[in-house]
Antibody, heavy 121, light 107 residues
């Protein structure tokens, strides 16, 4: 069974830093692109970053570029998101999501339960 | 960036109703359109990919279609477990943008 388990969320002050992790199991992690998607309280879904199977290429949404860093450790089946200088508008539930591929289509076919990040002084 | 516009933003319906949700892309995305269901307090769940292909394990009550840049999610006969928020998402280009969501509520 595919499992994605996020951790590392919590309260962080503006200008601080935080590192989110996603532990993957039940599939061959190194064969899948991985993503982070967030959801502000009461709002919709926002894709924020992706990392390919090998770790390159990496993409970011403009809203987090230069402040967030995605990385992966295929040996440990782990995905990370380093958040630098967070802003109040970064307050959200952060989900890790696996990108699946079939017949030329790609989609997010497995999601973790999410970890809440609250940015406040 | 490609903008995805869903309508309606909310919808009230009854068990047994047929419901349609629409998603319009700001430019051509071929059939690179996915639909997700999110229940309160839960992670999103993939329903349909490639505009019309049902994800494994998803009820055949759900179907998707495409006409140019307009995409439709149809639920043929609403069941109590279908009341949730639905999102479309384009996977044609990065950033992979989502629609703003459609909240389906019980009438």
């Amino acid at each position: 069974e595919v499992q994605l388990v996020e951790s590392g969320g919590g309260l962080v002050q503006p200008g601080g830093s935080l590192r989110l992790s996603c532990a993957a199991s039940g599939f061959s992690f190194s064969n899948y692109e991985m993503n982070w998607v967030r959801q502000a309280p009461g709002k919709g879904l926002e894709w924020i970053s992706s990392i390919s199977e090998s770790g390159n290429p990496i993409y970011y949404a403009d809203s987090v570029k230069g402040r967030f860093t995605i990385s992966r450790d295929n040996a440990k089946s782990s995905l990370s998101l380093q958040i630098i200088s967070p802003r109040p508008e970064d307050t959200a539930v952060y989900y890790c999501a696996r990108a699946g591929y079939r017949f030329g289509w790609d989609y997010f076919d497995s999601w973790g339960q999410g970890t809440l990040v609250t940015v406040s002084s | 960036d490609i903008q995805m516009t869903q309508s309606p933003s909310s919808l009230s319906a009854s068990v047994g109703d047929r419901v349609t949700i629409t998603c319009r892309a700001s430019q051509s995305i071929s059939r690179n359109l996915n639909w997700y269901q999110q229940k309160s307090g839960e992670a999103p769940k993939l329903l349909i990919y490639g505009a019309s292909t049902l994800q494994g394990g998803v009820s055949s009550r759900f179907s998707g279609s495409e006409s140019g840049t307009d995409f439709t999610l149809t639920i043929s006969s609403l069941q109590p477990e279908d009341f949730a928020t639905y999102y479309c998402q384009q996977s044609h280009t990065t950033p992979r943008t989502f629609g703003q969501g459609t909240k389906l509520e019980i009438k």
